[in-house]
Structure formats: C-alpha cells, structure tokens
C-alpha cells in the first residue's frame, strides 16, 4: 500500500515536471519569436532597406543573414549598419569582417543602448541585438521608425564610412 502511494507521488512529479519544462520552453521560445520573425523578414527583403545600429555583432547568426542579405545581387536590398567604434576591435566582433566583404558601415560616438534593426518598413529593438544569439526583441511602432530613419539619415551623412583597406588594417591589429 505505501508503495503504491509512493509510485503515484512519483508519477504525477513527473507530469508536473513535463508539464513545468513544456511551460518553460514555450516562454523561451516566444521571447524569441520577433528575433525568429526579424531574421525572417531579413533573408525576404527584396528591392527593400536594412538598417541596424548595433554597439557590435557577436552574434555569427545574424552577422550571416546581414552577409548573405548583402551579397544577394537578386534582391538588390540597400544595407548600413551604425556601430560604435571601440566595440569593433573586440575579438569576437563580426564588424570588420562585413566591411571586408564592403557592407557600408560607419562609425558614430554615441552611448550604448538598445539595438534597432529597420528592414523595410518593419523594425525592432532589443537592448542585447547583435551582442548575443536569440536576444529578447520587441517591434517599434511608426513613430519610432521615423525618428530612428532621421536619426540613421544623419549618422551616415555626418561620418565617414569604414573602407575594406581599413577593415582589413584593423583586423590585422586584431588578431595580433
């Protein structure tokens, strides 16, 4: 008898655990649903605009869509990407190796703060974008867009653009 109740005890801590684990992965995963729809509306993009500002790109997922968006001549999508220049000569930074390959990238001395992409006419935020893979991301509404398309038009306006010459000098100093 004692047993049999400790077998029933036993058998629903286990549906309670699947039960909790399933809860967990699902919060997990629609945290992580506007990056996983963000990435997606990046490798569409046709005929359209990207435009990120990020501190930096750790992130080898999104460094590779931002490429392959880039190279992609069939779907003529116009790339820039806003950083701050101290982050670009981390190590791990992904930066250097876009402008390489000639992503137009440019340089701005402005604080920190959350991460924005503009693809088309959609956009996001995430204080950790580009810093670490699947980052909580929230959409911007219309009017954040507007401000931050400004914001985009005069960073890239006023600063110069980092050449493949000089990414290629930076990424020697580097990997010293």
């Known amino acids: ?3 049999q ?3 029933a005890a036993a058998d ?6 699947l039960i909790l684990a399933g809860l967990c992965s699902s919060v997990s995963s629609a945290q992580n649903s506007e990056y996983e729809r963000m990435l997606e509306a990046l490798e569409v993009s046709s ?9 930096t790109i750790f992130d080898i997922h999104l460094a590779n869509s931002i490429r392959q968006t880039y190279l992609d ?18 190590a791990k930074s992904t930066i250097l190796s876009l402008a390489v390959i000639n992503v137009p990238i ?17 956009g996001w935020k995430g204080r950790n974008l580009g ?12 009017q954040e867009i507007n401000n931050m ?11 110069t653009r980092i050449t493949q010459y000089e990414a290629l000098d930076r990424l020697k100093q580097v990997l010293k």
């Open 5 to 7: 109740s400790a077998r």
């Open 149 to 159: 398309l400004l914001w985009f038009n005069k960073a890239t306006g006023k600063n």
């Open 73 to 90: 001549r069939v779907r003529n999508t116009k790339v820039k990407l806003v950083t701050i220049q101290y982050y670009n000569y981390l």
């Open 1 to 3: 008898m004692l047993e």
């Open 131 to 142: 810093k670490v893979p699947n980052p909580n991301m929230e959409r911007l509404s219309v």
């Open 12 to 17: 629903s801590m286990r549906k309670c655990l």
């Open 106 to 122: 440019y340089e701005v001395q402005t604080p920190a703060a959350d991460g924005i992409i503009i693809i088309d006419n959609q």
């Open 47 to 55: 005929h359209g605009r990207v435009l990120i500002f990020a501190p």
